[in-house]
């Protein structure tokens, strides 16, 4: 018998069976990893495991290929935050989706864990929600494979006047050295090269580059899948926000 303890992030959750679910959670040494919870779908469970509610959680199974089974106790339960704000809401449902599409299965990503804590215990807080969101996003990519490099620009190396993103390499260009090229490249705002805070139009204009990569590089990466509908609801929050 294979057996392990941790603390998790509640992804989803799915019905299994007349009284049993299945959920996903992304623990901080086990990564995206399944089980089912027997009896899940009581009136005691079912309030715990909903996404977003941390728990700690304990996974057994014969072999390590299985899907195994998982008892799970509540940390910190985030519905209540979620559902009385429509951008907390949208939110919630836009990490999940992501995380579940791209976190490779049972691979641990410590640090991006500890972000996306951080990022789910400011749900409701609208004034600082969407730029915790956007870095979020960033670290994302990074943490993936695919971060941005907003340092200097790709084609002459100065670090002034960086006002595009490049949709091949996700490097900082230059107003001058675009050049002709300026209508196919991305835009590259200040907030996102870290230069302070914006309005909610600056930041859903930085998060349709960070969109850019994530869906054509990072969701491109793991096959043929869209972008989860989660996010656009999302920008679209933050834009009516």
């Not at 995206?32 to 009581?42: K, L, T």
């Not at 494979?145 to 091949?168: H, I, Q, T, W």
């Not at 996102?192 to 998060?207: C, F, T, V, Y």
């Amino acid at each position: 018998m294979i057996e392990w303890r941790d603390e998790a992030a509640l992804l989803s959750s799915r019905p299994f069976g007349e009284t049993a679910v299945i959920i996903e959670v992304f623990s901080a040494a086990h990564g995206r990893h399944a089980g089912v919870v027997r009896g899940g779908s009581s009136r005691k469970l079912a309030p715990i495991l909903q996404p977003g509610a941390q728990v700690a959680v304990a996974w057994r199974a014969r072999l390590d290929s299985h899907l195994g089974s998982f008892t799970v106790e509540p940390i910190r339960s985030r519905a209540a935050a979620a559902m009385g704000d429509r951008l907390a809401l949208a939110g919630l449902n836009a990490v999940c989706s992501l995380l579940s599409m791209v976190l490779p299965e049972r691979e641990a990503h410590g640090p991006l864990y500890d972000r996306t804590i951080g990022l789910l215990d400011l749900l409701g807080q609208s004034e600082v929600w969407p730029l915790a969101y956007l870095r979020w996003e960033q670290a994302l990519l990074e943490e993936m494979g695919f971060g941005l490099d907003l340092s200097a620009c790709a084609v002459r190396g100065v670090n002034e006047d960086l006002v595009y993103v490049s949709p091949k390499s996700g490097r900082a260009v230059s107003r001058e050295a675009a050049g002709e090229w300026a209508d196919r490249m991305l835009p590259l705002p200040p907030v996102l090269a870290g230069k302070g805070d914006a309005s909610n139009s600056e930041i859903a204009r930085a998060l349709g580059t960070t969109g850019y990569f994530i869906e054509h590089r990072l969701i491109k990466s793991l096959g043929d899948h869209p972008m989860p509908g989660a996010r656009a609801r999302l920008v679209d929050a933050i834009m009516r926000a």
